[in-house]
């Protein structure tokens, strides 16, 4: 049994789990040696670009695809011989498939009686728990419609509760928001979280959008290329990325060439170009005078006037308009280029001219030292 903190069971263990499709010798290589803790009742996103083995993962706790190495365990049990029915986990897909000839009530009565789970329940207890699903996911009075008379965002709410019917224990959610429009995403953002927070089930949610995984998630598994490039909830993964690939694919970010000046008390102070020095969390076998790369969020940056001491000397490139924050682009004396950005709010918005010679301020903490 896995023990997490010592404590608690996670709820989906994945351990060592490698998936090649095809021969094991020759095939793609989709997964290459995956170690996750997926914790009761987390919001957990799996967010990666195209073809990092997202999906492979999710059809691998699904029981739709098999491991060709390791073992995935559910609250500590391997499922290996488990058919996809047999475990207590739903998916909810991108495309809703719901049988178009039949009501939104039926459509869900279908789905739950088709379970084992909702096969031990009469015809009453499926009607009820029919009108809680509807009333979780705010459907109740479109019980009687068909499919094809909902919209993208109410069919995928119906999706969702003949989902959540059989009350699995993990749920699973492959890319679940793709297909509706921008403004109904965020809605439904909210809306995910609220019924995953009012239901206890243990969320997996898989996407390539990076603000619907800050938004959403308790914690984020980064992937790329088939391996894990770092776990943490939101934050960490934003101002303390691991490597150039995490810092690039959440957000936006400047990349600084940096050398290690000295090393005391877990902090590291930096020497960067134009001379000046920034400090920031040490990382394990770091040496004074190692060559590293800083990532500095442009939103840490300020432009103030070129007379400031403290301030780095910058000229400025270009400068774009964003409508809620101003995005600059400066060049420090060796060339290196930034952006900055700063809120468009008013009385504050900052106007410059192109070549202007401007002063750039660091946030305190705003650098944090990359792996690879
Ligand atoms: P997307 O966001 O595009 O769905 P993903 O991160 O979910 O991507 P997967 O679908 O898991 O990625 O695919 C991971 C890798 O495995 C890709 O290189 C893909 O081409 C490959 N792959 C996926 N399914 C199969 C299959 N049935 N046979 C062979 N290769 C596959």
Same mark, same amino acid.
């Given at each position: 049994?896995?023990?997490?903190?010592?404590?608690? &069971?996670?709820? =989906?263990?994945?351990?060592?789990?490698?998936?090649?499709?095809?021969?094991?010798?020759?095939?793609?290589?989709?997964?290459?040696?995956?170690? /996750?803790?997926? #914790?009761?009742?987390?919001?957990? !996103?799996?967010?990666?670009?195209?073809?990092?083995?997202?999906?492979?993962?999710?059809?691998?706790?699904?029981?739709?695809?098999?491991?060709?190495?390791?073992?995935?365990?559910?609250?500590?049990?391997?499922?290996?011989?488990?058919?996809?029915?047999?475990?207590?986990?739903? &998916?909810?897909?991108?495309?809703?498939?719901?049988?178009?000839?039949? !009501?939104?009530?039926?459509?869900?009565?279908?789905?739950?009686?088709?379970?084992?789970?909702?096969?031990?329940?009469?015809?009453?207890?499926?009607?009820?728990?029919?009108?809680?699903?509807?009333?979780?996911?705010?459907?109740? +009075?479109?019980?009687?419609? #068909?499919?094809?008379?909902?919209?993208?965002?109410?069919?995928?709410?119906?999706?969702?509760?003949?989902?959540?019917?059989?009350?699995?224990?993990?749920?699973?959610?492959?890319?679940?928001?793709?297909?509706?429009?921008?403004?109904? #995403?965020?809605?439904? #953002?909210?809306?995910?979280?609220?019924?995953?927070?009012?239901?206890?089930?243990?969320? @997996?949610?898989?996407?390539?959008?990076?603000?619907?995984?800050?938004?959403?998630?308790?914690?984020?598994? =980064? /992937?790329?290329?088939?391996?894990?490039?770092? =776990?943490? +909830?939101?934050?960490? @993964?934003?101002?303390?990325? +691991?490597?150039?690939? =995490?810092?690039?694919? @959440?957000?936006? &970010?400047?990349?600084?060439?940096?050398?290690?000046?000295?090393?005391?008390?877990?902090?590291?102070?930096?020497?960067?170009?134009?001379?000046?020095?920034?400090?920031?969390?040490?990382?394990?076998?770091?040496?004074?005078?190692?060559?590293?790369?800083?990532?500095?969020?442009?939103?840490?940056?300020?432009?103030?006037?070129?007379?400031?001491?403290?301030?780095?000397?910058? &000229?400025?490139?270009?400068?774009?308009?964003?409508?809620?924050?101003?995005?600059?682009?400066?060049?420090?004396?060796?060339?290196?280029?930034?952006?900055?950005?700063?809120?468009?709010?008013?009385?504050?918005?900052?106007?410059?001219?192109?070549?202007? +010679?401007?002063?750039?301020?660091?946030?305190?903490?705003?650098?944090?030292?990359?792996?690879?």
């Amino acid at each position: 049994m896995s023990a997490l903190h010592g404590l608690q &069971t996670a709820a =989906v263990s994945i351990r060592s789990v490698r998936k090649v499709y095809g021969d094991p010798d020759s095939g793609p290589v989709a997964l290459k040696s995956v170690d /996750l803790d997926i #914790r009761d009742n987390e919001f957990f !996103t799996l967010l990666g670009p195209s073809g990092c083995g997202k999906t492979t993962l999710l059809r691998m706790i699904a029981g739709f695809e098999f491991p060709t190495a390791g073992e995935i365990l559910l609250y500590g049990e391997n499922i290996a011989d488990r058919a996809p029915y047999d475990r207590p986990v739903n &998916t909810v897909f991108q495309h809703y498939a719901l049988f178009p000839h039949m !009501t939104i009530a039926q459509n869900l009565a279908f789905g739950l009686e088709s379970h084992p789970m909702g096969q031990r329940l009469g015809k009453a207890a499926v009607a009820g728990r029919v009108r809680e699903m509807l009333a979780l996911v705010q459907m109740e +009075r479109f019980a009687e419609r #068909r499919p094809t008379q909902l919209s993208g965002g109410q069919q995928q709410r119906v999706a969702l509760a003949r989902a959540l019917a059989p009350h699995p224990k993990v749920l699973l959610l492959d890319e679940p928001l793709s297909a509706l429009d921008l403004k109904l #995403r965020q809605a439904m #953002r909210e809306e995910l979280k609220a019924i995953q927070a009012k239901t206890g089930i243990t969320f @997996i949610f898989v996407t390539h959008d990076q603000e619907e995984a800050l938004t959403m998630s308790d914690r984020i598994a =980064v /992937l790329a290329e088939g391996e894990v490039q770092q =776990v943490g +909830r939101p934050a960490d @993964i934003y101002e303390q990325p +691991r490597n150039r690939f =995490v810092a690039d694919f @959440i957000g936006e &970010t400047n990349f600084l060439p940096a050398q290690v000046d000295e090393i005391a008390g877990g902090q590291a102070l930096f020497r960067i170009p134009g001379g000046r020095t920034l400090r920031a969390a040490s990382r394990e076998g770091l040496r004074p005078g190692a060559e590293v790369t800083l990532s500095i969020r442009p939103e840490r940056l300020r432009l103030v006037g070129a007379e400031d001491p403290q301030a780095t000397p910058c &000229t400025l490139a270009e400068q774009i308009y964003l409508g809620t924050d101003l995005q600059y682009q400066v060049s420090l004396a060796d060339g290196t280029r930034l952006r900055v950005r700063t809120p468009n709010s008013a009385g504050q918005s900052q106007r410059f001219a192109p070549g202007e +010679r401007l002063g750039l301020q660091f946030d305190r903490d705003s650098a944090s030292v990359l792996l690879d």
